[in-house]
């Protein structure tokens, strides 16, 4: 069985910033694809950055230049350091990874979400 546990979520000001955290866990064979996603109240999951094994990134253009994504691959962990935080980055956000177990795969999971707060 694999967990993804985000944590790093709260409520910050405008202008503000944050830092997430999503850590995979169990049968892992290999991890592919790692990222977050947001949703916020009545619209459409949107992905928000997502990062190769290889390291390399894609943003959403909504936060080019305020969040960094990145991973440590020895602890199958992903993060999103998120700077000049803006109302409207207000959403619930959720990791996401494209992973291979032992013998099978891959396969897309999923985390909980952290909710992220931004006060004007």
């Known amino acids: 069985q694999v967990q993804l546990v985000e944590s790093g979520g709260g409520l910050v000001q405008a202008g503000g910033s944050l830092r997430l955290s999503c850590a995979a866990s169990?049968?892992?064979?290999?991890?592919?694809?790692m990222g977050w996603y947001r949703q916020a109240p009545g619209k459409q999951r949107e992905l928000v950055a997502s990062?190769?094994?290889?390291?390399?990134?894609n943003y959403a253009d909504s936060v080019k230049g305020r969040f960094t994504i990145s991973r440590d691959n020895a602890k199958n962990t992903v993060y999103l350091q998120m700077n000049s935080l803006k109302p409207e980055d207000t959403a619930v956000y959720i990791c996401?990874?494209?992973?291979?177990?032992?013998?099978?795969?891959?396969?897309?999971?999923w985390g909980q979400g952290t909710q992220v707060t931004v006060s004007s």
């Open positions: 169990g049968s892992i064979f290999s991890i592919n694809t």
């Open positions: 996401n990874a494209r992973l291979a177990l032992v013998q099978a795969g891959p396969y897309n999971y």
């Open positions: 990062i190769t094994s290889g390291g390399i990134t």
